[in-house]
């Protein structure tokens, strides 16, 4: 199974960047989508995640800036991500879980926000 991330890169604070994924490899109507993020040397932490039925959940850190959304029938999620601070620099990870068969994570795409 493989969820593949694209769209992340760097930006200055202020700046927006859209991030997407692919799970054209799973059956993504069932699953609930989302995004997290890392830092190097800390846990890995909730973005923003979506439920079949486009019911979100998001960290009070991103709410009023990112927005998450997803289309079943191209099979993608996307993270619209504006206003970046430097704060938000990270490595971005696309999510899939669906409990009858499990969670899948994508590769990661680095976010970098900076002057």
């Known amino acids: 199974v493989q969820l593949v991330e694209s769209g992340g890169g760097s930006v200055q604070p202020g700046g927006s960047l859209r991030l997407s994924c692919d799970g054209s490899?799973?059956?993504?109507?069932?699953?609930?989508m989302g995004w997290y993020r890392q830092i190097p040397g800390l846990e890995r932490e909730l973005v923003a995640t979506?439920?079949?039925?486009?019911?979100?959940n998001s960290a009070d850190s991103v709410k009023g800036r990112f927005t998450i959304s997803r289309d079943n029938a191209e099979k993608m999620v996307y993270l619209q991500m504006n206003n970046l601070k430097p704060e938000d620099t990270a490595v971005y990870y696309c999510?899939?879980?669906?409990?009858?068969?499990?969670?899948?994570w994508g590769q990661g795409t680095q976010v970098t926000v900076s002057s």
């Open positions: 999510y899939a879980k669906w409990s009858k068969i499990g969670t899948y």
């Open positions: 490899g799973i059956a993504f109507r069932y699953y609930d």
């Open positions: 979506i439920t079949p039925n486009r019911k979100v």
